[in-house]
């Protein structure tokens, strides 16, 4: 820890140990909650601000946890009432196991449900989450065996523990959890969360399960919530359907919100202010109170997206870790042997194997039997018209789910694939993808995007911050021709056009694909980048990497290939060595419009 | 909108012109004119920019600089249809035609903003161009051949009597017959009614029958300008363009 | 019978609500959460009115006025996170809550009730039907076949059409979108707030009016792949599996199975209800 974190959270531990002296009871239990808010604030934080998954029903967690302890500590009467508090410590626990483990396993299910279908996008998910914790509410209210109904669970504290006792208990929580949610964003696994909120397809295609990544955040920030909903039960001794509402739950939306999403602190600072003043002004003016926080919300996604704490936040958190230093500044090739096994020189036979392959909707095929050969050390350019269809067979070949007919064989050596394996199996497997639109990771800067590549889809540590980003030496020489050194730490939102092509072929190359298949990397360059490219291409295929190239400048293609295949209607039209296919009237008329009459 | 659409014929002025998308310069420092009934080609094989050109004059390339004139009336960053209103017509490469919609439904909304009477009377102009078409009114527009949904489109764009025409690679995935009687069209709608027009082709062929002067863009800038009558022109083209 | 009559009236409600909500999602991608919010202005405005100048009357102007509401939301709010759906959920979110909680602050929390303006039975079928509840179901097949006949056979529905598919084909075919996407929202909210008063003598009112009627409504519009036949069928089915359970199970569990079909039918048909789906693949 360096010297001014260290000043920062010992003042910070002063001011906390201290402030309960200073105040009566009242705001002892009122700063006990508002830090029970604030876990949840920073697990929301997790979910929303970090993996990208809106949960406007992060409440039904909290009530879950809360229910819990109520249920196991209470006898209900018939129509719900509680006649009795079974208050032993046994009981306690259980509740708070048992909330803790019902929250996690529904959460798996429902993220599961939510995230994994194709249809899933924040519409979906938002809907979702919004219908359970409505119906969550409605059960409550309809099963008074449960939770005493509409009238809730009360009487059930923990007892012998003060205020000023679960003031401790609560800040020493606060405190952990903020502590742990900080690691864990620094960490590698932080860089795998940041990237798969900022573009989900394109760690899939660099490897990563990114539908696994958010299902595991969803589910840990739902169990965290869970036991902050149970502790608050047991200090409170009161469980009732407010725990589950759209109110409570979107007062956490605001606290994240107006914290400053994707900064831990900002929507802990969020959360104990909200619910302090929320607290104050509630006993008051309870309708004004949530027109505030309506208001809050609409002024800070339409005017504020950085939230009011976010700018602050982030910049004192700049310069607190000072000495951090960033990832970019170690970016350095592998020595020998720790960066991955070079591929195979290329022994000429094929890599992926390409038969008869269809895709269509409809009456419409866009590939209509196309049969081709990928082979290993060769620079095979895949040419053809608007519409021919060649984005599509990229698209085709790296997610085995996509094809209506034919097959696709990867004769890769070292991992053993299914007749229709998911992009990011493909990924693993060793074929790289780069895609014909730039694809970056926005936050990230080259460095991690090429660490979070390099990884090549195996899970990073959640604790460990890489300090070194060490890759092969092919991918440093990418670098140096894109002209990416020097810039290892820009965020890659800065990059130009041209400098985002390069990375993305870096990021591809530093995955140690033994296919690589890049759509059109010279899309909107100049000439001269237009060389460089080329180089760089020329290299990977003399370190025996099968490139497959999408493009449509012919100039390019026929200076920089070995074999060309024409794609047309659907099917390939020539196949064979650039001068050959130059000759071709077939290309020139689907080229030059000139057509042989 | 006034009578004054279906008469006279508008020039247009592009200077400076930058574009592209997100970080991405499609266009460079592009700066040409079409004075009023004459046609322009914009030639260059995929990639170099021709698409992304016509659809920054019509407000559609993500970001641009530079100014657009058509006819007066400084049209930079004004939406679509104002400029369209304006009487231009706009033909795009892709995503020309409502698929979902009938062929006579897209003839009917092609025309949404003009005065309701008076387009019976250029619709059956039109489709005599043609006549296929009118075989097709209740079919889905998505389900028509290749040939036959160029067609439509060039027959859509006409359909809006434009004083000034903006066409982007009618000519892209037809067979030679059709290119043909594309040109065909092309000729008399200029001769019948002097119709400014600024096309993107790949096919010399084409561009050298129906524009007055043909311009090759390469990587984004214009490289050289000609005259279709200048002799030789053809070849030198084929060379500029040719792998 | 009563459960059959049930899940018709059901089914009718429904189909009010969530066309509003169609409209809107269909062509800005709004995913408008202040729908209840603007129905429960429209059902106090018709509490405010309606005793004074007749029941119709107090409807129409709470048309006017959610739809006037919704103008400036659309003008001040939404337009400056247009196309970003989670801001423009979140915002409407905001908005419902800001709503509610005036009406709250004017009226108090207490539950109101609204005369119907329709009194009586008749006798069909061996079973009494309410005229008002009768009516509301011909208002829902009123609204399902006018928007049908409106963009099948207008030129306003042409433009909606244009709109939807291709906007910025649209804007080449010489359509001002934005004014078309303007006039849209204003319309949802107006709609919003006719419907509000509409269920206003069925239903407790609260400033909380309608917040059960959301979740189904935006469910079926999930589920619906969004063409019109899919909506009324996502509509209908939602409703008949709500009263099913509610009937023959309880209440409370309705509400849970409710999502769950919704989420089931996704997930077989993650293009959601609509039978020319096999047109629409992506890549």
Known sequence: MSRPVAAAVAAMAVVVVVTPFLSGTYYQQLLAQAFLYAIVAVSLDFVWGYAGVPDLGHALWFGIGALSVGHTTTVLSDVGLVTEVHGSAGRYLAGVVIGVVTATVLAAIVARLCLSSRRSNDFYIVVVTLALATAAVTVYDQTPGLGGGENGLFGFNLPGVSSLGWYYITAAMLAVTVAVALVVVRSDFGLLMRAVRDNAPRARYLGYNDVNVKIWVFTAGAAVTALAGAVFAMMTGVANDGQFSFTLATAMLVWVAVGGRATIVGPMIGAIVMSLAG??????????????????????????????????????????????????????????????????????????????????YGSLRVLDGVTLDVVAGELLCVVGPNGAGKSTLTSVITDGRLRSRGTIEFLLPDRRLGDRPAPHEIARAGVGRKFQIPSVFASLSVAEALLLADRRGALPSPWRRSAAVEVAPSVIDIVRIAGLDGRADTPSSDLSHGLRQGLEVAMAVAARPRVIILDEPTAGLTAHERHDIGQVLEHLRDIGIAVVLIEHDLDFVIRVSDRVAVLHGGRVIEDGPPETVRESDAVRSAYLGTAVR | MSANITTGTLGLHVRDLDAGYGAATVIREVSFDVAAGEALAVVGRNGMGKSTLLKAIMGHAGRTTGTVRVGDTDVTGRPAHRIVRLGVGYAAQEGNLFTDLTVAENLQAATMHMPRGHTAKRREEVLTYFPVLTNRLWQTAGTLSGGEQKMLVLALALLREPRLLIIDEISDGLQPSVVDTVGDVLRAERERRGISLLMAEQNVDLSLRVADRVAVLKLGRIVSTADSATDGVRDRLMKELAP | MTVLISMINTSATTLLVLMGLAIVLGLMHIVNLAQTGFMAVGVYTGLEIGPRLGFWTGALIAAVVTGLLGAAAETLLLRRVRERMLETMLATWGLSLVLTQLIQLRYGPDSRVMATPLHGSFALFGTTWQKYRVLLVVAAVLLVVAMWALTRFTRVGLRVRMCMADPDLAEDSGINTSLVRQTTFVLGCALAGFVGVLLGPISGISPNYAGNLLIPAFLAVMMSGRTLHGLVISGVVLSIVQVGFAYWSKPAYATVAVIAVAVVVLGVLPDGIDVRRFRRAHV
């Open chain 1, 279 to 360: 607290a104050k002004l509630n006993e008051q003016f309870p309708a004004q109170w949530t027109i505030i926080e309506g208001a809050l919300l609409i002024a800070v996604v339409v005017f504020i997206p950085g939230g009011l704490l976010g700018p602050l936040v982030r910049l004192t958190g700049r310069l607190l870790a000072r000495r951090h230093p960033p990832r970019g500044r170690l970016l350095a090739a592998a020595s020998a042997g720790t960066g991955g096994p070079a591929p195979d020189p290329g022994d000429g036979g094929p890599v992926i194997r390409i038969r008869d392959l269809v895709f269509g």
